[in-house]
């Protein structure tokens, strides 16, 4: 019933940009705290940057500065956008939503990014 869906990940340059999208179904985004987290091989999953409903955000100390998140409370979509992306970025990336019924995850898209 749930559905998230990530896009946007890519292999990108040092130094560069992406941003990436989940879209949602059977929720909705924007009355539910929302976040991105990233797993790399070998390593544990961390959050990257969440938002609530009343639009506070929180962010991971190494993405300070560099990383964004926002909604789309129209298209029921949630952005995380990445610059300045380093290698240590690389990661697939995950958004979640935690609602009254419960956390839901997406299936995650790849960020790789080169020397």
């Known amino acids: 019933q749930v559905q998230l869906v990530e896009s946007g990940g890519s292999l990108v340059q040092s130094g560069g940009s992406l941003r990436l999208g989940c879209a949602a179904s059977?929720?909705?985004?924007?009355?539910?705290?929302v976040g991105w987290y990233r797993q790399a091989p070998g390593k544990q999953r961390e959050l990257v940057a969440g938002?609530?409903?009343?639009?506070?955000?929180n962010y991971g100390d190494s993405v300070k500065g560099r990383f964004t998140i926002s909604t789309d409370n129209a298209k029921n979509t949630v952005y995380l956008q990445m610059n300045s992306l380093k290698p240590e970025d690389t990661a697939v990336y995950y958004c979640n939503t935690l609602g009254a019924q419960g956390a839901y995850w997406g299936r995650g898209t790849q960020v790789t990014v080169s020397s």
């Open positions: 938002i609530t409903p009343g639009g506070s955000t």
């Open positions: 059977g929720i909705i985004l924007s009355i539910n705290a």
